[in-house]
């Protein structure tokens, strides 16, 4: 059985060290090709790099994962989390902002089986 907090809290990871790094190549670790959440994720990653920045601590902190439905086409998971206020620095370290986080919100994830794992598919609120 596949333990689907630990598949969220992956992804989460590679998500964040996108940030951290700036670098939008790291997002195939965690997107589908061709999904919304990937180009929004994209398009704020290639922003902090062309302005010579990353993001810090862009971690998801996991209340809860429940599965709605699964089959061979994938799984789709109820997920409740916060998201803790996280640093932007420029390349030296030097913290230029603070973005705050945000409490509890529930979003429905769709994730779908690749040859390493899973991939992020779909995500909306629930």
Known sequence: AVDWRAAV??????RADAFARA??????A???????????DEAAVARLAAEGLTADGVRHELRRVEVLAQDAAGVR???????????VRRAGGDVVEVRPGRGERA????????????????????
């Open 9 to 14: 809290d992956r992804l989460d990871q590679a």
């Open 23 to 28: 670098d939008p190549a790291l997002l195939d």
């Open 30 to 40: 965690v997107h589908a090709p061709g999904t919304a959440a990937r180009a929004a």
């Open 77 to 87: 998971l109820r997920v409740v989390d916060l998201l803790p206020a996280h640093a």
């Open 107 to 126: 979003v429905e994830l769709l994730l779908v089986p690749v040859a390493d794992g899973w991939r992020l598919a779909a995500l909306a609120p629930a």
